[in-house]
């Protein structure tokens, strides 16, 4: 028994002193740069074209991304990512986009440099420039395109037509060297392209900051191959291209985007295509407690982001869970609603009701939001402690308004299988401001709010999987004071608010249940 105790005292130490060793090699922080493009779409995207005339428009797309790997390049960025989508565009038919296809060798049976060797293979015209643009600037790059990959019909996921579509993110290394790429593996109703025949878990690995996971835009709410990357191969740092039309209250990109870099307490790099009339706006560089982030409905330009940020060491993942978990405990000493709703602290962690006053209870009722069936009640006193549940999951509030604003707030539960634009298990404990004094008006997105509340949100999910959603008047991004379990509770507490209060929540994915 002690032996393997102090065996395995012995492993961390070597582990922390590789780390240790490691980060001094390769630096402590990092410059990384993201840029949300302003894309240059094709007016008529159904449309068969040419080559050549597919290749103009890029084309025209590539020269700004030049721009920004110079202008990156200058302020001193080790890497920059583009959104997806970026180059081509969108709302392709299967056939129209062909033209707009570069062809991708099989990396693990071809070392390859396209701006070096440019004419290895035909139909590389995209990634050629992308690659002299890496070499050029000696930055990673990291980019999305379409991709196309010819296949035998004896290959039973080979298409009729003979040629796998492939919504694809590409790495080049700052020699220009094509090191990865990645096939997107959740298709959000994108017609023109295929589904990978194997899920793609794609690493590459940096001088600078270790190795780097890559996914794509609605990946993001999926286990695969998100989590699996995230876990298995302790990933702490993520580039994401993304297309993202923003969704309030609860999945606006800054807002998802800052929730996951948090929960999963890791670096996430990503782009989104800046389009206001689609309702696509929203990037940043994140860390797990900080963010530098570009959200603008009304300008029409793009933004590039630099920013210096630390390279999260690797060893932290063993012990995250327990950090985590051990400053929720010190901090909840004063624990509100122990008193009043809950008993926390019973052996087995459960939560036993008392009796409240007198005081008759609003009652709940239910709303769509986000095309779910919301369960909610309003926040109708100064402050309080309420309680809503649905199915397995109950949310608790504690709250305090801070000053008297003539607005409806409500606590939201919702325990189900989100059906519409995708299929996804979600349980879910929300504050939002609701659009008018009306119910009927509760989830609906808006973006302005002046209500100022101190809280204490929680749950008791079934999932580990919370992704922490806090937005505020003008949509912009907040953190918690604490976050992570509490026995069987997750929770969220924020006191001291700067501005009006959006959405307070906690998005669980229950994967299994999809
Ligand atoms: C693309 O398609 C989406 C949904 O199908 C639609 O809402 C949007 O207006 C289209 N965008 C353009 C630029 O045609
Ligand atoms: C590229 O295309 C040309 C013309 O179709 C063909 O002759 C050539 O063999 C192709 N090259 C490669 C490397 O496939
Ligand atoms: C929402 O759920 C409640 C409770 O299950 C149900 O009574 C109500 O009809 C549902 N509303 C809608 C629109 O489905
Ligand atoms: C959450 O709490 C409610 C009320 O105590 C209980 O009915 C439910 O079973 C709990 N859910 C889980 C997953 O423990
Ligand atoms: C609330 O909104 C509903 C639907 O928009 C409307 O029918 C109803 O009259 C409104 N109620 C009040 C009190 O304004």
């Known amino acids: 028994m002690a032996d393997s105790i102090f065996g395995s005292i012995y492993i961390l130490l070597l582990l922390c002193y590789k780390v240790v060793t490691e980060d001094i090699h390769r630096g402590e922080h990092y410059v990384a740069a993201i840029y949300e493009h302003h894309v240059i779409l094709n007016p008529n995207p159904t449309a068969i074209v040419s080559r050549q005339s597919a290749l103009e428009l890029m084309n025209r797309n590539l020269d700004i991304y030049e721009e ?4 990156a390049a200058r302020q ?17 038919t299967r056939t129209s986009i062909y033209p707009y296809l570069d062809f991708i060798p099989d990396l693990d049976s071809v070392t390859w440099n396209p701006c070096k060797e440019a004419n290895l293979f035909n139909d590389t ?22 991709t196309k990959q010819p296949c035998k019909q004896r290959d039973r996921h080979c298409p009729n037509d003979g040629r796998y579509q492939f919504n694809t993110n590409v790495v080049f290394s700052d020699s220009g060297k094509l090191i990865a790429r990645y096939r997107k593996q959740n298709l959000y109703f994108e017609y023109a392209f295929n589904t990978p025949p194997k899920v793609d878990y794609i690493i590459f690995d940096t001088p600078f900051a270790d190795k780097f996971g890559i996914f794509t835009c609605f990946d993001i709410l999926f286990h695969e191959p998100t989590v699996t990357l995230i876990k298995q191969h302790k990933i702490k740092q993520i580039a994401y291209p993304t297309a993202w039309m923003n969704q309030l209250p609860l999945l606006s990109a800054i807002e998802f985007q800052q929730a996951f870099a948090t929960a999963f307490d890791i670096n ?14 929203g990037s940043g560089i994140y860390t797990p407690s900080k963010s530098f982030v570009y959200y603008d409905m009304e300008s029409i330009d793009g933004r590039l982001i630099v920013a210096q940020i630390p390279v999260i060491p690797l060893h932290k993942t063993h012990m995250e869970d327990e950090i985590i978990s051990n400053r929720i405990q010190d901090s909840f000493s004063s624990f509100h609603m122990d008193n009043q709703i809950c008993h926390m602290d019973d052996e087995d962690g459960s939560c036993l009701r008392e ?15 986000m095309y779910d069936n919301f369960t909610l009640l309003p926040l109708t006193e100064p402050e309080g402690d309420i309680q809503v549940c649905s199915k397995a999951l109950c949310c608790y509030l504690n709250y305090q308004k801070l000053i008297f604003s003539n607005e409806l707030y409500v606590l939201g539960v919702f325990d189900g299988l989100h059906t519409v634009h995708g299929t996804y298990y979600v349980q879910a404990c929300v504050l939002v401001k609701c659009a008018s004094l009306n119910y009927t008006s509760c989830g609906q997105g808006i973006t302005k709010a002046n209500g100022l ?9 079934s999932t580990a999987f919370i992704f922490p959603l806090l937005l505020r008047s003008g949509v912009t991004l907040d953190y918690a004071d604490h976050l992570g379990w509490k026995h069987n509770y997750y929770v969220m507490q924020k006191k001291g608010a700067s501005s009006g209060l959006i959405t307070a929540g906690l998005y669980g994915r229950w994967y299994e249940k999809d």
């Open 268 to 281: 996430l790099l990503a782009a989104n295509i800046h389009y206001p009339d689609l309702d696509m706006t």
């Open 125 to 146: 015209e995209v990634l050629h420039r992308l690659s002299c643009m890496a070499l050029k600037s000696q930055v990673f790059l990291v980019a999305n395109l379409g």
């Open 355 to 369: 009796e409240k006053s007198t005081k008759k209870a609003p009652s709940i009722f239910y709303e769509e939001m």
């Open 453 to 461: 509340i101190d809280f204490q949100l929680q749950g008791n999910f």
């Open 68 to 71: 920004q790997v110079i202008a």
């Open 76 to 92: 001193g960025a080790h890497i920059i990512v583009f959104p997806e989508d970026g180059i081509q565009g969108f709302n392709f």
